[in-house]
């Protein structure tokens, strides 16, 4: 099982970035599919998810309006559409999976497997 996180990059303030989260050796389809970032200094705080079951997305208060998650099975893919970036935004952004699952949390051990993490600048 293993996820690869990419797309991130420099980007200005009100930009968008499109992050991929693709998955090799197991179907994404299966699995409830988690967006953390971690900020230089912070903790690392769930953003964005979407459930295996049903299909249902959660957002955390900070990104409601501007991200949004959306699954490509074809490709295996999860992706984190981020508009409006602000400088805030910057982060390490991981994705994580779990699988199955109705529900999906913000909560680090819920997942059981992480990509590397893509790097996400954005300047004022």
């Known amino acids: 099982v293993q996820l690869q996180a990419s797309g991130g990059g420099l980007v200005q303030a009100g930009g968008s970035l499109t992050l991929s989260c693709a998955a090799s050796?197991?179907?994404?389809?299966?699995?409830?599919i988690g967006w953390f970032r971690q900020a230089p200094g912070k903790e690392r705080e769930g953003v964005i998810c979407?459930?295996?079951?049903?299909?249902?997305?959660y957002y955390a208060e900070s990104v409601k309006g501007r991200f949004t998650i959306s699954r490509d099975n074809a490709k295996n893919t999860v992706y984190l559409q981020m508009n409006s970036l602000k400088p805030e935004d910057t982060a390490v952004y991981y994705c994580?999976?779990?699988?199955?699952?109705?529900?999906?949390?913000?909560?680090?051990?819920?997942?059981?497997?992480w990509g590397q993490g893509t790097l996400v600048t954005v300047s004022s």
């Open positions: 994580a999976a779990r699988l199955y699952g109705r529900s999906c949390f913000f909560v680090r051990d819920y997942y059981t497997s």
């Open positions: 050796g197991f179907t994404l389809e299966d699995y409830t």
């Open positions: 979407i459930t295996a079951i049903g299909g249902s997305t």
